[in-house]
Nanobody, 119 residues
Framework: QVPLVESGGGLVQAGGSLRLSCAAS????????MGWFRQAPGKEREHVAA????????KYTDSVKGRFTVSRDNAKNTVYLQMNKLKPEDTAVYYC????????????WGQGTQVTVSS
């Protein structure tokens, strides 16, 4: 088990920024790829970003490229999602996940944090 706890969500105006954090417990954080997902009301869950074990490889969905940045600090067992130039369509519950690779195999999930972008 890798308990994951997200934080940093909130209400922000369009064009603003937020930084989400996902803290993991245990000693195995650095052995997992980490991902960020989001789910808006009435929509399917969407894979937003992912980062490899060492942080050397990242992956983004097209709609957030150039606006969102995923990073990780293995010494702090934490992965981050810096979100800039936020748009109302970014409104969703954001989840972090731990898995095998940036391509998939997500095993452990956090409880989510709400991000609301007002127009």
């Amino acid at each position: 088990q890798v308990p994951l706890v997200e934080s940093g969500g909130g209400l922000v105006q369009a064009g603003g920024s937020l930084r989400l954090s996902c803290a993991a417990s245990g000693r195995t954080f650095s052995t997992y790829a980490m991902g960020w997902f989001r789910q808006a009301p009435g929509k399917e869950r969407e894979h937003v970003a992912a980062i490899s074990l060492s942080g050397s490889r990242t992956k983004y969905t097209d709609s957030v490229k150039g606006r969102f940045t995923v990073s990780r600090d293995n010494a702090k067992n934490t992965v981050y999602l810096q979100m800039n130039k936020l748009k109302p369509e970014d409104t969703a519950v954001y989840y972090c996940a731990a898995g095998a690779t940036v391509e998939g195999g997500w095993i452990f999930w956090g409880q989510g944090t709400q991000v609301t972008v007002s127009s």
